[in-house]
């Protein structure tokens, strides 16, 4: 799951790599479903996520749940 939360957030901070704050994610909060819970604010409060990033995470999780939706439509 850190992988592809890492494409997702493509590079990371001075120090960090983006696959390491992606497992730092994971480890705190649990799976990527338990991250699509969270709000824009409090994913920015994780240290290595700020505005762009948070915000790129939070439309990717939009994103799955209106699919979700569509395809429960049918």
């Known amino acids: 799951e ?3 939360i890492s494409i997702i957030l493509g590079s990371g901070t001075k120090g ?3 696959v390491k704050i992606s497992q730092d994610l994971i480890d ?3 799976t990527i479903n338990d991250l699509a819970g ?6 920015m409060k994780f240290k290595g996520l700020k505005e762009v990033k948070a915000t790129k995470l939070s439309a ?4 799955a749940n209106r699919i979700i939706k569509g395809t429960e439509r049918k």
């Open 2 to 4: 850190a992988e592809l």
């Open 28 to 30: 705190k909060y649990g």
């Open 60 to 63: 990717l999780f939009e994103i």
């Open 16 to 18: 960090q790599s983006a």
């Open 38 to 43: 969270l709000s824009l604010k409090d994913l």
